[in-house]
């Protein structure tokens, strides 16, 4: 049974209210994420703007751009 009391952390309401425009699914995040990662780390002052945009709200996603990142970087 679930705490009708209970209160969100902030976090994740944070995430719920995020503005998610432009928007990227999943899909296309996966799809683009190694382009992504490879073109951020020749140049880190580069901008994709959808790409970011769902990092930020995409947590599963994150995580992956993360461990491709700490791939690429080891």
């Not at 709200?57 to 791939?71: N, S, T, V």
Request: proline share 5%.
């Amino acid at each position: 049974m679930t705490d009708r009391n209970r209160r969100l952390p902030a976090a994740a309401l944070d995430g719920l209210l995020l503005d998610t425009n432009p928007y990227l699914s999943c899909d296309d995040c996966f799809d683009q994420l190694d382009t992504y990662v490879e073109q951020l780390l020749a140049d880190p002052s580069h901008v994709d703007l959808p790409m970011q945009v769902h990092l930020k709200a995409c947590g599963a996603c994150a995580e992956e751009a993360e461990a491709l990142m700490d791939l690429l970087t080891s």
